[in-house]
């Protein structure tokens, strides 16, 4: 079969460094074809929709890639409503989307008596959908409640696996410990649990990606985000370099064959930096889209990095656009919940 000889599982530290050094440049496409394949086995050609709800631009953290760090001055800041959620959730449910993504910066505003109140509302409004909730690091209770109140998934991208490099990306209050503590008490609970990292972020080495293939493979999430680093003109990396979509595909398709099941998104940060970034990583064993349910009126002020793509396109548009893209890329749409298959 096709996969033979791509049985990555059991490689070493070092063997997997050599790997991605030989796949810098030009990935090999037997490796592209066997992701491809296990992406197949597990899914077909199915890829899924989640629709994303920025909720609030807001953010007690200050990681330096981050465009909505609290210290940047220069952002609109924003909070949207229960009703405004509520809303968003009623057009991407009329559109066909069964998941429902509310992310946020870390902001307290939405105490926890807010978040039971909004899944509840959400759940049974949309019994047939799933919450997916991505607003960092909280107490293992407060994860608890959301989970109890009927929050299915949670997104917490480790960002770097490796504790020096983490820091150099963070301040001294954020410690890769926590985040991955975090981690594994979310999966503990229940959640169906999302990991992820940037690639190519400022200081980043082979050996990082190594630790963050190794780290996934021990994590074992259900879902991967992996998407290029891309500069924000407003923090401290403003005049680094972004990632590049070979580094950025070659990840993907790494993860796809140490984790066969999980659901991997082909990014938006991926099709900001690529016109057809997102295609290619589709063809690199991605099976997610995430297109955005947010107002229009809020999108450009949820500016993580530059240029984002899709801020000015309604969720009708957006829809039809990407649906068009996964066809003609060979795959085809898929607007179940489109859980994770064990
Ligand atoms: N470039 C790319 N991705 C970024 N993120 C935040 N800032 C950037 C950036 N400058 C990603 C982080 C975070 C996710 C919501 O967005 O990985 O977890
Ligand atoms: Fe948003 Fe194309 S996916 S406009």
């Known amino acids: 079969m096709i996969t033979k000889g791509y049985d990555i599982s059991s490689l070493t530290k070092k063997e997997l460094k050599a790997l991605i050094e030989k796949n810098i440049h030009a990935t ?23 629709g994303l709800i920025e909720f609030s631009n807001y953010c ?82 407060s994860y608890k409640k959301y989970f109890q109140a009927g929050a299915d998934r949670y997104l917490l991208r480790h960002e770097t696996a490796t504790e020096a490099h983490y820091n150099k990306l963070h301040p001294e209050n954020m410690r890769f410990s926590n985040r991955k503590k975090a981690l594994y008490s979310l ?64 990840m993907v398709a790494l993860v796809r064959l140490l984790l066969p099941q999980a659901l991997i998104p082909a990014t ?12 290619r990583g589709l063809q690199a064993g991605a099976n997610v889209v995430m297109p955005n349910l947010s107002p229009t009126s809020v999108r450009e002020n949820y500016s993580l990095y530059d240029n984002k793509i899709c801020t000015g396109d309604e969720a009708a548009e957006c829809k039809e656009c990407i649906s ?16 994770y298959e064990k």
Do not use: W
């Open 60 to 141: 007690k953290n200050d990681c330096y890639y981050c465009g909505i760090r609290k210290s940047n001055r220069n952002v609109h800041r924003y909070r949207l409503t229960k009703e405004d959620i509520l809303n968003c959730c009623m057009t991407g449910h009329e559109l066909g989307f069964r998941t429902f993504v509310l992310q946020s910066g870390e902001d307290l505003y939405y105490t926890d008596d807010f978040m039971l109140d909004l899944i509840h509302e959400i759940k049974n409004r949309f019994p047939d959908s799933a919450i997916t909730l991505s607003m960092g690091e909280k107490s293992d209770e």
């Open 324 to 339: 068009g893209r996964i066809r003609n890329a060979g795959f085809e749409p898929d607007f179940s919940r489109g859980d």
């Open 28 to 50: 090999d496409e037997k490796l592209l074809e066997a992701a491809r394949y296990t992406r197949e086995l597990a899914y077909g050609k199915k890829v899924f929709f989640r």
């Open 268 to 279: 938006t940060a991926l099709g900001t930096i690529d016109p057809f970034g997102r295609e």
């Open 187 to 250: 999966k503990e609970i229940g959640f169906q649990v999302g990991a992820g990292f940037m690639v190519n972020s400022p200081y980043q080495t082979t050996d990082h990606l190594v630790n963050d293939l190794l780290f996934l493979k021990e994590l074992e999430p259900h879902m991967v985000g992996i998407g290029p680093f891309i500069p924000h003109h407003d923090t401290i990396f403003a005049n680094e370099k972004s990632g590049t979509v070979d580094m950025t595909v070659l």
